[in-house]
């Protein structure tokens, strides 16, 4: 049995070489998370930024993709308190911030991952992450949940390596679009700038020893970033894997009619 924390394994293999896989869920829908979970990925990550998803459905999500023994994570949709505990507290494995600007503000947000003294996290028991208040190690900071900061914006970028080595962060994770745009080169993804900045980031993440995490669009773009040694990886989204395998079999079948 798996239980919504994951036993902290996600949080070591984030600490660890393992490179994970996986996929955004931003349809807001519990099957689609199911179906998505059932194809063999490391973590499912709902989207609450984004996505159609809100705070209502972390909590089925978490169960159906527990299931099979696969964790899911939030992308909340800011830093704030109330943001974070309710993802965590419905027993999300961890919790992804974006839009943070420096050091500071990370530094707030991570404080919201635990209880006191250490954090400001709101302590609740009857709650899907304390197993209804039959499992409470949580509350004694002996499993963790991750926390995963998004580098998107110029001020992130310029604070990376002091955002890699705050205590609590265990992963930086890098929204090629929203960081293109921040260094007004949007979709330049070849860009020299681009390029400098993702080296920035992977160097920052190892110093650290923490993982880099990236969205890819593909499974080749994905083996690329690899290779460049990202270690968390997100193949797309449910989405946008629906829409393009339905278009590409409309699309063989209009081809081949009179």
């Not at 902290?8 to 931003?26: K, Q």
């Not at 109330?82 to 419905?90: M, P």
């Not at 968390?232 to 829409?243: E, G, M, R, T, Y």
């Amino acid at each position: 049995m798996t239980t919504p924390l994951n036993h902290g394994r996600l949080r070591e293999r984030l600490h660890g070489p393992d490179v994970t896989v996986g996929v955004f869920a931003g349809l807001g829908s519990v099957l689609a998370a199911e179906v998505a979970a059932a194809s063999g990925v490391d973590w499912i990550l709902v989207d609450c930024e984004h996505g159609a998803s809100g705070d209502d459905i972390v909590s089925p999500i978490v169960a159906a993709t527990g299931a099979y023994g696969v964790p899911t994570l939030v992308r909340a949709e800011s830093g704030e308190r109330i943001r974070i505990g309710r993802a965590l507290d419905a027993g999300a494995a961890g919790v992804m911030i974006p839009r943070l600007t420096s050091a500071d503000e990370v530094r707030a947000a991570v404080s919201h991952f635990f209880y006191p003294p250490r954090g400001d996290r709101g302590v609740a028991t009857y709650n899907r992450a304390n197993q209804w208040g039959a499992e409470i190690s949580a509350l004694d900071g002996a499993v963790h949940a991750c926390a995963m900061i998004q580098i998107e914006t110029r001020g992130a970028l310029a604070d990376v390596d002091e955002i890699a080595s705050i205590d609590g962060v265990d992963m930086l994770f890098v929204g090629p679009l929203d960081l293109s745009y921040s260094l007004g080169i949007p979709r330049q993804y070849d860009h020299p700038d681009f390029l400098a900045a993702l080296d920035s980031v992977l160097v920052a993440a190892n110093r650290a020893g923490i993982a880099a995490g990236i969205l890819a669009p593909d499974a080749e773009t994905a083996r690329r970033h690899i290779d460049r040694g990202f270690r968390f990886i997100a193949v797309s989204s449910d989405s946008v894997l629906l829409s393009a395998a339905i278009r590409q079999n409309v699309t063989a079948l209009k081809g081949n009619t009179p």
